[in-house]
């Protein structure tokens, strides 16, 4: 993790760039209606702080965390709001949010861990809370230009919920990246909710 961690400190205001402006409207558009109006979100990775920006500007209540200090600063400038610098192994909230977007970040977490980070966020959401996760779509675990991935696939998802019961798949699917130019690079998606 510290390699990647330190790559997002490198690069982060070119990172910034290539995806402040991407519309993640139709990832939104499948996550948001699981959560109360005005709930509490977490943004977990928020990298930027684009998604946590969205969710705020609709009127929920958002909290935001990355692992790279220079992310963390880009994405409080974004927001004008604090963002906490945070690992997913350092998530210790209890029965906290009605839902969690950890869009394309947990996929830096090696796969020894994944079982503990996703039982954490599982630990922060209320009963009946969703959770958003996306990985690249794929099996095993790579390095690519300074960053590690683990990368899912449905059934390998599913291989590691069976370590957190108490996280049911409500819906998985399959996109293209959003960002122009990446459209091949392919993406499972999944809505998780946890048990009421």
């Given amino acids: 993790m510290k390699d990647t961690t330190a790559y997002y400190d490198r690069h982060a205001p070119q990172f910034v760039e290539e995806t402040l402006g991407v519309d993640m409207t139709p990832l939104y558009e499948r996550f948001l209606p699981l959560i109360p109006a005005g709930g509490p979100i977490l943004d977990a990775g928020c990298g930027s702080g684009r998604d946590a920006r969205a969710f705020r500007d609709l009127g929920y209540r958002v909290s935001a965390f990355d692992a790279s200090p220079a992310m963390v600063e880009a994405a409080a400038r974004h927001l004008d709001a604090p963002v906490q610098?945070?690992?997913?192994?350092?998530?210790?909230?209890?029965?906290?949010?009605?839902?969690?977007?950890?869009?394309a970040s947990l996929l830096h977490v090696p796969h020894a861990e994944?079982?503990?980070a996703l039982s954490r966020l599982s630990d922060a959401l209320r009963p009946a809370g969703a959770l958003y996760v996306s990985f690249k779509y794929g099996r095993g675990e790579r390095e690519h230009k300074g960053r590690r991935f683990t990368d899912l696939d449905e059934s390998t998802l599913a291989e590691l919920l069976e370590a957190v019961p108490n996280l049911k798949v409500l819906k998985t699917w399959t996109t293209g990246d959003l960002r122009p130019g990446r459209e091949a690079e392919r993406w499972l998606n999944a809505l998780l909710r946890k048990a009421d």
């Fill in 114 to 116: 994944l079982t503990d």
């Fill in 85 to 103: 610098l945070l690992r997913f192994q350092d998530v210790r909230w209890k029965d906290h949010f009605d839902g969690i977007w950890a869009c």
